[in-house]
């Protein structure tokens, strides 16, 4: 029989808030009614409005797009990255690279995602795609690092 451990239970508390909430917004996406309150039965109906609509069918192809080349850029950046913190002799520079990547992991997106705005905006970059996509850039990397 295997022992008990409290970190598994802290495991699952932790995946059911984090997933929870996703998995309310799927089953609520199914429901016939207006609000998110009571669930009125399963509809098609939001589905059917969402792509009868081109400008919203649009702007689902366009988040796929930048969905898709940011995974690729950082992919490509965070493994060469990574490598190249892997053939790094000197031990300083090594910890001083590693150091300046968990500052991205440890800070909060919503900072991040605001000082992004406020430098493009202080460097009057039109929004589009490529401000998009070089900001969404930016969250993965230290990970894939």
């Known amino acids: 029989m295997r022992k008990f451990k409290w970190s598994h239970l802290y495991l699952l508390l932790t995946f059911v808030v984090l997933y929870l909430p996703i998995g309310y917004l799927i089953l609520y996406s199914f429901s016939e009614g207006e609000r998110m ?5 399963f509809t098609w109906q939001h589905y059917q409005e969402l792509f009868a609509d ?3 069918i649009q702007i689902v192809l366009d988040t796929l797009i ?17 490598l190249a913190i892997n053939n ?3 031990p300083s ?13 440890v800070s909060p997106d919503v900072i991040i995602g ?10 009057r970059v039109p929004w589009g795609s490529c ?5 969404t850039l930016r969250f993965p990397f230290p990970l894939l690092c």
Do not use: D, W
């Open 88 to 90: 790094t002799t000197r």
């Open 114 to 123: 605001a000082s992004f705005l406020i430098f493009f905006t202080a460097l």
């Open 93 to 105: 520079v090594k910890n001083t690279i590693l150091s300046l990547n968990n500052i991205l992991m």
């Open 131 to 135: 401000r998009y996509c070089s900001v």
């Open 37 to 41: 309150t009571n669930y009125h039965g």
């Open 66 to 82: 930048v969905a898709l080349l940011s995974a690729l850029v950082a992919t490509i950046i965070g493994t060469l990255g990574a």
């Open 54 to 56: 081109p400008r919203m």
